[in-house]
């Protein structure tokens, strides 16, 4: 997993100007390997109120499209056997 620092370059690097929201998604980002959507919804929402929900999940498409991290299809996991 990438730290903050890897994150905010390669938002960077991508053309992505880096706000004071995007910053907060992207620490809790690199400090919450493997947290689901939801979870970095809740845990930058509890930081900062008026980060949107909509903010949170197009940062988390911004980064998945430029290959910092990757979602986990946990249903799919499921149904394949994997529970972890």
């Not at 992505?16 to 979870?39: F, H």
């Amino acid at each position: 997993m990438m730290n903050n620092e890897q994150i905010v370059k390669a938002l960077k690097e991508s053309g992505m100007r880096i706000t004071r929201q995007r910053m907060i998604v992207a620490d809790v980002i690199a400090d919450n390997d493997g947290a689901s959507c939801k979870d970095i919804c809740c845990i930058v929402r509890g930081k900062d109120s008026s980060v949107g929900v909509a903010t949170v999940y197009r940062m988390i498409n911004v980064l998945e499209d430029i290959g910092v991290i990757e979602r986990i299809d946990m249903i799919k996991h499921r149904r394949n056997g994997d529970e972890g």
